[in-house]
């Protein structure tokens, strides 16, 4: 649950488009400083569309996954666009106060 996260027990997560787990799919993980360019926290999904994400340290973070696939011809353009993202803050312990 995304109130719950703590740098100790980190975070579970399930991805899926249309009901399906979505295997293999690379997300990022961002802190409010960093730019958007900044890809050192890419994490991707297993076989079942899961993936545990790890902190090192408490604060707010943003978790962007963006997926592009070619459009049909019908549609007018060359591909689609799906994206999520999720603000959570991850806490030192269980009882903190804040981020």
Excluded at 27 to 43: G, K
Excluded at 65 to 77: C, D, F, N, T
């Amino acid at each position: 649950h995304p109130n719950q996260v703590t740098v100790a027990s980190g975070f579970d997560v399930e991805l899926r488009l249309d009901g399906v787990p979505f295997a293999h799919m690379p997300f990022v993980i961002y802190e409010p400083t960093q730019s958007e360019d900044d890809m050192r926290r890419v994490f991707v999904t297993d076989d079942q569309g899961r993936a545990h994400l790890t902190f090192d340290h408490a604060g707010t973070y943003l978790v962007v996954v963006r997926y592009r696939p070619q459009a049909s011809p019908s549609e007018g353009v060359a591909v689609l666009s799906y994206s999520t993202s999720l603000t959570f803050g991850v806490y030192q312990t269980a009882n903190s106060a804040s981020p």
